[in-house]
């Protein structure tokens, strides 16, 4: 028997003012995107803009349903709606924000949840590029991911079929 241990290093900043002014901007699309989230039910309204290698910004946001499992996280709408848009073209970074209407309070950057990790792994494996991630709240902490595959260690990939 021998253990194996998985570690990763993200960067975490203090606010936005420390960013680099790419990511500062494009955190601040995704924050505005999350005025077109339909969250009627969680009033957790979340907004995700990509910027592309061809320097054209795409933007999603969560999109519920009262059938819960229809809805679609800002992640994954950000997704499709990059590829629909501009095919075969690689994304660089996909900026994530929110905006807790339940509790006004947005001050943490929350992560992508499963679902969407796997779908993110599935771009940046498709693309051969990583995708960084910038993760922040309306305010507080922001958190700088470089690559996908951080967020999914031991992840099931197209590679396990072959
Ligand atoms: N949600 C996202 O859009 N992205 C995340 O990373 C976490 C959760 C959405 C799904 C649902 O509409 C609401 O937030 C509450 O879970």
Same mark, same amino acid.
């Given at each position: 028997? &021998?253990?194996?241990? #998985? ?9 936005? @003012?420390?960013?680099? %002014?790419?990511? $500062? @901007?494009?955190?601040? &699309? ?16 979340? *907004?995700?803009? /990509?910027?592309? +290698? ?15 499992? /229809? ?5 994954? !709408?950000?997704?499709? +709606? /990059?590829?629909? @848009? ?9 900026? #994530?924000?929110?905006?807790?209407? $339940?509790?006004?309070?947005?001050? =943490? ?7 969407? $990790?796997? @779908? ?13 991630? !910038?993760?922040? *709240?309306? %305010? ?9 595959? =951080? ?7 197209? +590679?396990?079929?072959?």
């Amino acid at each position: 028997m &021998k253990k194996e241990e #998985i570690s990763f290093e993200y960067q975490v900043f203090d606010d936005a @003012s420390s960013l680099m %002014e790419a990511d $500062r @901007s494009l955190l601040q &699309k995704a924050k505005l995107a999350t005025q077109t989230a339909y969250a009627p039910y969680s009033q957790f309204c979340v *907004g995700a803009t /990509a910027l592309l +290698a061809n320097g054209a910004t795409v933007s999603g946001s969560n999109q519920e349903n009262a059938s819960s499992p /229809a809805g679609l996280c800002a992640e994954r !709408v950000v997704l499709a +709606a /990059a590829a629909a @848009s501009y095919p075969g073209i690689v994304i660089n970074t996909i900026a #994530i924000s929110y905006d807790n209407k $339940r509790t006004s309070i947005s001050d =943490h950057p929350v992560a992508p949840c499963g679902i969407c $990790r796997q @779908s993110l792994l599935e771009t940046q494996l498709q693309q051969q590029t990583p995708i960084r991630l !910038v993760l922040s *709240g309306w %305010e507080g902490n922001i958190f700088i991911i470089n690559d996908v595959r =951080h967020l999914l260690p031991l992840s099931f990939t197209a +590679a396990d079929m072959e």
